[in-house]
């Protein structure tokens, strides 16, 4: 049995399950592992240091799987602009055909993707900026619920009201993010009226994820109390890791503190030590509310394999037998 969506007609693909772009984490391994699991991966534009390597890891991942993906190119503050234009073009001269945006408003970016035969899938975290999104044409919605991993917004609404009010007013397909970790996720979230699941810290937790054994281990530990809430006053909100180092930051910033008094706190340069010799003290890293789900490490394909029949099992054992006809009804 499949579970057919709006989603996955649309994108092409097997399974309404999504890996959307996680920085540092969202590389060729673990994207090719979804593809090859029947779900849609993005490989993260600016974890590749320069629009080359972009290109490189693309046709890397390429090497990994025959199957579709895409690659995400998230808009935000960032402490050195990277040339968004330049990683643009690789994407449309490589051939990707999905690209998932998020941070800010894609309009800049939609005429040169949709000229090139790219959908696009806009990740967002309010009702408000998805119709934005969809009256702008984009081809799919990710709502992304306060209890997601990174940039959760300023509107603190979680999923249990966030999904179903964008539903509402979205009639292109929408996936729902943040705080998705298992096939009652996936159900939750059909049922309040997405066509699919994207997932970070989930995915980040496998085999295939290439980021230090301490992280996935830390992930597995930790549970959905253990993350900090950064840049609040400064309306550039991440959920992150509760460490030494995003427990000083908030300190810091609820004293009055400006960006420039945290900048060398918070840097991905220093962030991405963590991931890459595994003290979880080195830096920022991201990693959402789901943590307090994730209690093992599998591969992409038991973990994308076991969502979806654990879902199917969910829909056709658990919820239909709760239903009676008024006929039983009346015999009882
Ligand atoms: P970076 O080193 O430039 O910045 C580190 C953090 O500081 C980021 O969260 C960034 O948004 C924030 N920041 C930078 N300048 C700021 C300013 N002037 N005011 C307030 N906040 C500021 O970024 P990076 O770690 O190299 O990441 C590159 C890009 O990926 C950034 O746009 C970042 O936001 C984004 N990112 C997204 C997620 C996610 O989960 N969506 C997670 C990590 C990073």
Known sequence: M?????FTETFGVEHPVVQGGMQWVGR??????????????????????????????????????????????????TINPPPYDEYRQVIVDAGIKIVETAGSNPAPHLPMFHDNGIKVLHKCTSVRHAVKAQSLGVDGISIDGFECAGHPGEDDIPGLV???????????????SGGFADGRGLVAALALGADGINMGSRFMCTVESAIHQNVKEAIVAGSELDTEMIFRPLRNTARVASNAVSRE????????????????????????????????????????????????IPTCADLVAR???????????????????????NVA
Do not use: H
């Not at 699991?37 to 990994?64: H, M, S, V, W, Y």
């Not at 999904?163 to 007013?169: E, L, Q, R, V």
């Open 249 to 296: 930051v908030v300190e810091i910033l609820n004293r009055g503190g400006q960006f420039e008094d945290v900048k060398d706190l918070v840097a991905g340069s220093r962030g991405v030590k963590v991931y890459e010799v595994g003290d979880l003290d080195a830096g920022i890293w991201s990693v959402g509310t789901a943590m307090g789900l994730i209690n093992d």
């Open 28 to 77: 060729a391994e673990l994207v090719a592992a979804v593809a090859n699991a029947g779900a849609l991966g993005f490989i993260t534009a600016l974890t590749q240091p320069t629009p080359a390597d972009l290109a490189n890891e693309i046709a890397k991942c390429r090497d990994l799987t025959d199957k579709p993906f895409g690659v995400n190119l998230t808009i935000l503050p």
């Open 307 to 329: 969502i979806v029949a654990d879902a199917e099992e969910i829909i056709t054992g658990r919820l239909s037998g709760m239903l009676e006809s008024e006929q039983e009804e």
């Open 162 to 176: 966030l999904i179903p009010a964008a539903a509402t007013k979205i009639e292109i397909p929408m996936i729902a």
């Open 2 to 6: 499949t579970i057919n969506t709006k």
